[in-house]
């Protein structure tokens, strides 16, 4: 059987896939946590005999774009002899840290991220009290996900007065988005909202998406970037008005 690489970004419900799939072919379902255990320094043992199973079952590798280089180098060893009835199931956010000998023997499926309807569609199926409508106005586009989801209904259910006041908190943010300021910096940083989420209302600037891309990449301070996109958006308006 031939391995299945399993991609896509985080909270588009690659788990939930997996988990339905071995229900749905009624195989047992083995996890090694490729996340904690970069090197398999702890699991080779365990998929040695799991690879060997005379029995149908499914070797899911959570995060199997962490291991290490050597750690990836046993793991096609192990994909070149596994027994037939073994499904290697390869979990990953980015198939291309994956070493081409492992992907040129394996079949790809992507998952993209749920649209509002994919989660609205989940949540009266797995939390029918929920309150979709209320998940919709506080979540981001950006910011759709199975996860998400799950964590906003469990709030509703669980933490009714933390989860009210996580929605007049968003709404406050937006509500800033609409009309940023310079001189409310200090107020945005008071208000605890999240500086990334300003930045990015600003980015349709070219100048400016090249300085964020340099400062994300140095682990630089997001609010003191906002300070200075305010300022090169200042002066430069204030060129062209010249």
């Given at each position: 059987m031939d391995p299945l690489i399993l991609t896509g970004p985080p909270g588009c419900g690659k788990s939930y896939w997996i988990q339905k799939y071995a229900e749905q072919t009624q195989k047992q379902l083995f996890v090694c946590p490729c996340r904690k255990d970069r090197t398999l320094r702890d699991g080779r043992q365990k998929l040695h005999v799991w690879a060997r199973r005379t029995e149908p079952a499914i070797l899911w590798l959570e995060g199997a774009d962490d291991l290490t280089p050597e750690a990836q180098a046993f793991l096609r060893r192990i994909l070149e002899t596994h027994?037939?009835?073994?499904?290697?199931?390869?979990?990953?956010?980015?198939?291309?840290?994956?070493?081409?000998?492992?992907?040129?023997?394996?079949?790809?499926?992507?998952?993209?991220?749920?649209?509002?309807?994919?989660?609205?569609?989940?949540?009266?199926?797995?939390?029918?009290?929920?309150?979709?409508?209320?998940?919709?106005?506080?979540?981001?586009?950006?910011?759709?996900?199975?996860?998400?989801?799950?964590?906003?209904?469990?709030?509703?259910?669980?933490?009714?007065d933390t989860w009210q006041g996580l929605l007049a908190h968003r709404k406050k943010e937006k509500?800033?988005?609409?009309?940023?300021?310079?001189?409310?910096?200090?107020?945005?940083?008071?208000?605890?909202?999240?500086?990334?989420?300003?930045?990015?209302?600003l980015m349709p600037h070219d100048r400016l998406l090249i300085d964020y891309g340099a400062c994300t990449e140095a682990s630089g301070s997001l609010w003191a970037f906002l300070g200075y996109a305010f300022y090169l958006l200042r002066t430069t308006t204030g060129r062209e008005e010249e």
């Open positions: 027994a037939s009835d073994v499904l290697f199931l390869l979990e990953c956010r980015d198939p291309g840290r994956l070493q081409e000998p492992i992907r040129s023997r394996c079949r790809i499926k992507k998952m993209l991220s749920p649209t509002w309807n994919d989660l609205e569609a989940f949540l009266q199926r797995s939390f029918p009290t929920s309150r979709p409508h209320e998940i919709q106005s506080y979540l981001l586009p950006s910011e759709y996900s199975y996860r998400r989801a799950i964590q906003c209904a469990t709030l509703q259910h669980l933490h009714s509500d800033a988005l609409s009309s940023l300021s310079a001189d409310q910096l200090m107020t945005y940083v008071k208000e605890g909202f999240h500086p990334e989420r300003l930045i990015r209302s």
